[in-house]
């Protein structure tokens, strides 16, 4: 029986920066075997303990622009005064390999990323107020003054986008939202049109004599 012969998932997954999407994101790559990261481009210089390849592929200015000549990038934005893009050929790699893939982009990225495949699973997920989310950006110790102002400015504006996606989860205490975003996953990949193998399977077991 063709239980687990669905294609693969696209999810796309968004908060205002000091969230905790990566810490959550981190722990579903820890439960779900199937799901992988779609590595992303930047031109913002790595943090401490983030492995080139791995979290990004960090590239400088020129080569970011020159894939954009190339037409390389499924979408790119501009986030924080950096640059951040999906490459094509990350989404075809891992397409190719069958894996769910784990889009972590910022709210342009998810609305072109849901332009260019419909059929992708949106989740917006929010802190559970902007007092709190400081306090995790401070918390978390990994930006400048002048970083952390532009990233809680751009905050409210992510935040007023919510609409755009089809699930929203507060991250208030993490292993609910983790919990939350996993179950959203799960019954996404249990739809019928997108297991059209089941779907057959089973109305031949209601033609069989
Ligand atoms: P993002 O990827 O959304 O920018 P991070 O995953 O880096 O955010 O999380 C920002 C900070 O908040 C980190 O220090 C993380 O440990 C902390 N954090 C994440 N989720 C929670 C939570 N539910 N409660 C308290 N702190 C959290
Ligand atoms: P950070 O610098 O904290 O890793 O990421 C900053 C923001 O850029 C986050 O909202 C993150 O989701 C977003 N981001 C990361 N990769 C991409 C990408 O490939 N495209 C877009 N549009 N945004 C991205």
């Not at 969230?19 to 401490?48: C, D, N, Q, Y």
């Not at 260019?116 to 306090?135: K, M, N, T, W």
């Not at 986008?161 to 996404?188: G, K, P, W």
Request: hydrophobic share 40%.
């Amino acid at each position: 029986m063709p239980e687990h012969d669905r294609d693969g998932l696209l999810i796309i997954i968004a908060a205002p920066s000091g969230t905790g999407k990566s810490t959550i994101a981190k722990a579903l790559f820890e439960r779900m075997p199937r799901l992988a990261f779609s590595v992303s481009h930047t031109t913002r210089p790595p943090r401490p303990g983030e492995v080139d390849g791995q979290h990004y592929h960090f590239v400088s200015d020129a080569t970011f622009a020159a894939m954009i000549d190339d037409d390389a990038f499924a979408e790119w934005a501009r986030v924080h005064d950096r640059h951040y893009g999906t490459s094509k050929g990350e989404v075809a790699r891992l397409g190719d390999a069958g894996k769910d893939i784990l889009f972590d982009v910022d709210v342009q990225g998810a609305e072109l990323l849901l332009a260019a495949y419909p059929d992708a699973v949106s989740i917006f997920v929010v802190p559970p107020s902007l007092e709190e989310l400081e306090r995790r950006l401070r918390g978390r110790g990994t930006e400048s003054p002048d970083q952390l102002a532009t990233r809680l400015a751009n905050a409210r504006r992510e935040l007023s986008c919510a609409d755009q996606f089809s699930y929203v989860v507060v991250n208030s205490d993490l292993r609910v939202a983790i919990d939350a975003v996993q179950t959203v996953i799960e019954a996404e990949g249990h739809r019928r049109l997108r297991n059209p193998r089941l779907a057959s399977y089973v109305r031949d077991m209601a033609s069989d004599p």
